[in-house]
């Protein structure tokens, strides 16, 4: 049975850093293209950053290029996202994904980030 569990949400002020992780089951992280996305309330939900399934490319949005970098970790089966100077903009429900587009699929719960100014 496929599963994805976020967690490494929280509170944080502007400037601080946070790590989510997303524990996986059912396949490899290793060797498929994941994905975290965001969704602020209001707002469309977006691609923050993605990590091809070969080769370990990495694709991050302008808006936290520079600042977040997603990651894995194969013999825990965990896909990461390490986010520094955290920003009010950053303030959102953050997801990880199997695969890169936004649509149906395997998606975790989400875990909540809060950036406070």
């Known amino acids: 049975q496929v599963q994805l569990v976020e967690s490494g949400g929280g509170l944080v002020q502007s400037g601080e850093s946070l790590t989510l992780s997303c524990v996986v089951s059912?396949?490899?992280?290793?060797?498929?293209?994941m994905s975290w996305y965001r969704q602020a309330p209001g707002k469309a939900r977006e691609l923050v950053a993605s990590?091809?399934?070969?080769?370990?490319?990495?694709n991050y949005s302008d808006s936290v290029a520079g600042r977040f970098t997603i990651s894995r970790d194969n013999n825990k089966n965990t896909l990461y996202l390490r986010m520094t100077n955290l920003k009010s903009d950053d303030t959102a429900t953050y997801y990880c994904?199997?695969?890169?587009?936004?649509?149906?699929?395997?998606w975790g719960q989400g875990t909540q980030v809060t950036v406070s100014s």
């Open positions: 059912g396949f490899d992280v290793g060797i498929t293209s």
């Open positions: 994904k199997r695969g890169v587009t936004n649509g149906p699929g395997h």
């Open positions: 990590i091809r399934n070969t080769g370990n490319i990495t």
